[in-house]
């Protein structure tokens, strides 16, 4: 097997505009499904490219070996829409090199990170022939849309896939671009409230006062899911949340001065002043802690001006952010139960319960924990910090009561790459360092 070019093949793999989300884009999702197949084999892997109700996905891997450990590594080749096209430097789908990164759609979001694994495997079998693990490689097409069809998938090949660990690389470096092993990622359960009052718009010169308004009404449902210091009033709400352990506490302090303190997230989220719940540093608040939020709300005239009218619905879009052993299905039954408690008479509440998926957390203290993070120091050459991530990556939840196993988040992107937003990057140095970290890992998870 030759030598590949890791910036001329992570070009190549960026030009397709794997756009899952879009149905005019499939074509280009199974074209790229295919190139990842062909690079696998070319590799030296089985690679193969199946086919789901939606986009493809690509499984190589290794014979099996029974004297050795197995390491799924998942990945997923699909991206984000380019939107706003005018918010680019140069095209989202022909990359560019400058000032040491590399910038188009998918460069951190998970080609870049992703093949960074790939090709870490390829010089690991060019140079000694064999890995120190049986080797799956687990690629989809559809992470960006929530992966409707990957669960499915997982289980109609649970034999195939059966391994000890998973490894992932789609979360971020730590601020300053320190290395960052993530263990834990929060939940999310998500809510859209309707409440619905007059049968039209009326006249609120000749109605107010007499019909309650579903505007009025919303606001103030909504602001009963808060305290003034953010404490979420809906009962039960964190009965269940695992408390924090003194070395978490300790890993988030460590943090928090990586990123600069409150000054340097107040300067990151554009605001004069943090908020939140208190007796919790601003670290552990954004990923210990659960929240409530509202994402969206609306009703009523919006147009230039004034209308006066008495609005005949009202709606608004929650998420709750959930963290390890919340039940999503749980918390929507609380806060629905909840909110029409708190529904005045004369009007009518409708709620309808979205997509959810429960937080993930693991030890990175564990054998395996350990052996990732001596994997990310010997790559970055600094010790790695210990990352609760505020976000959401629902397969996680998937992967664990599928296939038993634990995964272990080995984020590459540069904090400053623009993930989902015009002109995406990735540095060089870390999609380099990616490389090597492959190589480390998989020799360390092979000595466990």
């Known amino acids: ?150 669960t499915d998938f997982l289980r109609e090949h649970r034999e195939e896939l059966a391994c000890d660990l998973v490894a992932i690389s789609d979360t971020a470096m730590a601020p300053g671009n320190k290395p960052a092993l993530t263990y834990a990622l929060r939940g999310i359960a998500a809510m859209e409230l309707i409440v619905r009052g007059p049968a039209r718009d009326l006249h609120s010169g000749l109605f107010g006062g007499a019909v309650a308004n579903p505007v009025t009404v919303l606001a103030r449902l909504l602001s009963t899911l808060h305290d003034d210091k953010g404490h979420v009033l809906i009962p039960g709400f964190y ?25 340097a997230i107040r300067e990151l989220a554009g605001v004069p002043e943090l908020f939140g719940e208190e007796g919790f540093s601003t670290i552990e608040r954004i990923g210990a802690r659960p929240t409530a939020e509202v994402n969206g709300i609306g009703g009523g005239y919006q147009g230039a001006g004034t209308k006066t009218v008495l609005p005949k619905e009202a709606f608004a879009k929650l998420t709750f952010r959930l963290v390890a052993d919340q039940d999503p299905a749980v918390i929507l039954t609380a806060a629905e139960e909840y909110l029409r408690k708190q529904t005045p008479p004369g009007v009518l509440l409708e709620v309808i319960t979205g997509h959810s998926g429960a937080a993930y957390q693991n030890d990175p203290n564990s054998p395996d924990g350990l052996a990732s993070r001596k994997a990310l120091k010997g790559a970055f050459g600094a010790e790695p910090l210990l990352l609760r991530d505020g976000g959401s990556i629902p397969i996680l939840a998937t992967l664990k009561e599928i296939l038993g196993v634990d995964s272990h988040l080995l984020g590459l992107a540069n904090p400053d790459s623009r993930i989902h937003s015009p002109d995406e990057n990735m540095l060089i140095e870390n999609f380099l360092g990616g490389i090597r970290m492959n190589r480390i890992l998989l020799e360390g998870l092979g000595k466990r």
């Not at 197949?37 to 493809?56: D, F, M």
């Not at 188009?104 to 693990?133: C, F, W």
């Not at 988030?252 to 990123?259: F, P, S, V």
Request: glycine share 8%; charged share 25%; aromatic share 6%.
């Open 1 to 150: 097997m030759d030598q590949l070019d890791p910036l001329e093949k992570l070009q190549e793999f960026l030009r397709f505009p794997s756009v899952s989300t879009q149905p005019e884009h499939a074509p280009d999702l199974l074209s790229c499904a295919e190139w990842l197949r062909e690079l696998l084999s070319g590799i030296g892997l089985n690679a193969s490219v199946h086919s789901t109700a939606g986009s493809p996905v690509v499984l190589a891997s290794t014979l099996r070996d029974p004297s050795k450990r197995s390491v799924l590594i998942y990945g997923h080749y699909d991206v984000q829409p380019p939107d706003p096209l005018d918010g680019w430097t140069t095209p989202p789908f022909e990359p560019r090199i400058a000032e040491g990164r590399i910038y188009a759609r998918g460069a951190a979001d998970n080609k870049g990170q992703i093949l960074a694994h790939i090709l870490g495997v390829a010089e690991t079998l060019r140079e000694n022939g064999s890995l120190p693990v049986n080797l799956i490689f687990l690629i989809e097409g559809e992470e960006e849309i929530g992966s409707p069809n990957l």
């Open 239 to 263: 009965d269940a949340v695992r408390p924090l352990a003194p070395w978490e506490r300790e890993a988030a302090a460590d943090l928090e001065k990586a990123a600069g303190g409150d000054a």
